[in-house]
């Protein structure tokens, strides 16, 4: 049900995430924040179990802090990736799997570059331009592949989101009206205005 | 292609999608200008015999935290007093109130740690704390929102209804409590698993305050009187 989208440019990565939460058929809440802020220029979006997502989420967070406290530096967006990813596997066939599926995205000061990589639960790991994860990925990755370049400044890179997101509106059934939008890059992990469409009002 | 819904025991089946109705009951939590309110039924059901009329669905934690009580009767009873141990607990070491937000964050990891094994537990966590008000929803499968109105059980579709159409920021506490009764007058009309009467909370940051317990069929003749013979 849920949708989690990252997009990956030269000077920048963006990451969306849908702002629901509830259970089976009611929604309970509209403004979720989905982002996980591990370091400072490293975030995650996460979606699966509900429950499970938290608290994955926040024991790589507490993992990332640790490493920077014990070794002085803070783990490059690769080595923070595959960390995650050893965990996820080693979950996978233990006695009580995690199942939660992610998008993370960092600044690799030392390289130059921005970074996106697909985890998944089952152990997966994908260095990737762009990513959707949920069943909105049916609709939008192919308007990715047409449409996506890497070169895009941000109000294109924005317009590129917005386009994704108005397909998924469009053609899944379910109503995923707000996303919350980050944008990662090498001034850190920054918040941009809700891509929302509006409800009807009584 | 879906499957057309299955009627199953406890709900519908569609595949390998499970609707579970089993939470037999309405409670409901809000915050406006002035506090929050705490409404819940009091209705417990044994498939579609009522078991019980009088159940008190809102526990209190200590003098200034509340939580209600949706699913297992026994595992909300059990796991909030738990839960009072451990806030009486932290008050001792620290010499200061636990807030809502380390009370729910307490309460949820213990669910998260039980996840998988059946508790069912769909609770909301209201209180006063030196931040301001505080309402958070936490339940069996781990998840906890914090938020300004929420209400759980089969019927909180129903109370939803009400809430969503009337409620506004800016109300007196009589506008207030009369939202939160009626919208629990609602789900007990519309929904079988919730009803008998409607058990009225406070929350101010002095502490909750119990306002009443109304009767729904008393109410349902007070929203729609009939003409005098």
Redesign the interface.
């Known amino acids: 049900m849920e949708c989690l989208i990252g997009i990956q440019f030269n000077d920048y990565v963006l990451l969306a995430a849908d702002c629901n939460g509830g259970r089976s058929i009611i929604s309970m809440k509209d403004d979720v924040d989905k982002m996980f802020r591990l370091s400072e220029r490293l975030a995650i979006i996460v979606s699966g179990e509900s429950g499970d997502t938290n608290k994955f989420a926040e024991f790589i967070e507490q993992n990332v802090q640790l490493y920077k406290i014990r070794h002085g530096y803070e783990l490059s967006p690769y080595a923070a990736a595959n960390f995650t990813r050893r965990n996820q596997a080693q979950s996978l066939r233990s006695r009580s799997p995690y199942f939660v599926n992610m998008l993370l995205a960092g600044y690799d000061a030392n390289k130059g570059q921005p970074e996106l990589y697909y985890l998944d639960y089952l152990g997966s790991l994908m260095k990737l331009p762009f990513s959707v994860i949920g069943y909105g990925g049916y609709m939008s990755l192919s308007v990715l592949d047409r449409h996506y370049r890497p070169d895009m400044a941000e109000a294109d890179g924005i317009r590129l989101l917005r386009t994704v997101i108005s397909e998924i509106q469009k053609r899944l059934v379910i109503s995923l009206s707000k996303f919350r939008v980050h944008r990662v890059d090498r001034n850190g992990v920054t918040q941009l205005d809700d891509i929302e469409s509006k409800l009807v009002t009584p | 292609p879906t499957e057309l819904p299955q009627p199953v025991k406890h709900g519908l089946q569609s595949g390998n999608l499970r ?2 109705f089993n939470h037999g009951t309405t409670c409901l939590a809000f915050k406006y200008s002035n506090g929050i309110v705490v409404s819940v039924d009091s209705r417990a059901s044994a498939g579609a015999y009522i078991a019980s009329g009088t159940v008190k669905k809102v526990i209190e934690i200590n003098p200034f935290l509340l939580g209600t009580m949706a699913g297992g009767a026994a595992d909300c009873q059990f796991w909030q007093r738990v839960l009072s141990q451990e806030c009486w607990l932290y008050e001792l070491r620290n010499k200061e109130r636990i807030s809502v937000a380390a009370a729910s964050k307490l309460l ?1 990891n213990i ?2 740690n039980y ?2 094994y059946g508790l069912s537990i ?1 609770t909301m966590i209201v209180g006063w704390d030196k931040k301001g008000p505080g309402l958070y ?1 936490v ?1 069996d ?5 914090s ?1 300004n109105l ?1 209400a759980v059980g089969s019927g ?2 129903y109370a ?1 209804g009400v809430l969503d ?1 009337c409620y506004r920021w800016d109300m007196t506490d009589d506008e207030a409590l009369e939202l939160g009764r009626r919208a629990i007058y609602h789900a007990t009309y519309r929904d079988i698993g919730s009803g008998n009467s409607n058990n009225l909370y406070l929350v101010k940051p002095d502490g909750w305050k119990f306002i009443g317990n109304y009767d729904t069929a008393n109410l349902h003749y007070q929203y729609n009187p009939v003409a005098a013979e």
């Open positions: 609707i579970n949820a669910l998260y996840k998988g769909g929803y339940d499968d781990g998840t906890r929102h938020g929420f909180s579709t939803y159409t």
